[in-house]
């Protein structure tokens, strides 16, 4: 994760350790500390698909602003179930 004037940038790698390939959705967010306590579910919307054979990089950038506070950056990782198998966050200073 880097900073660079009113932006910040976040790359994450995700690696298969299976022999088959893996799929689900993931899903890289700018929050604020409020939105932090709620649970966070899959939406479509706000989430892209993946396959990974071996890994895979994801990356996305947040522009600050005085309209959206974000204080975390919140990476999530589900399965083709739904289910939640990866769910870091990392607090901005």
Excluded at 51 to 56: D, E, G, P, T, V
Aim: net charge positive.
């Amino acid at each position: 994760m880097t900073s660079k004037n009113n932006a910040t940038s976040v790359e994450f790698k995700l690696r298969n350790t299976r022999n088959k390939a893996y799929s689900g959705r993931i899903m890289i967010a700018a929050l604020r500390e409020e939105e932090l306590r709620k649970t966070i579910s899959l939406d479509r919307k706000k989430t892209r698909p993946f396959i990974i054979k071996r890994f895979r990089s994801f990356s996305k950038e947040f522009v600050h602003s005085s309209a959206n506070p974000y204080r975390v950056i919140a990476i999530i990782v589900w399965n083709l179930n739904h289910k939640k198998f990866l769910e870091q966050h990392y607090w901005i200073e």
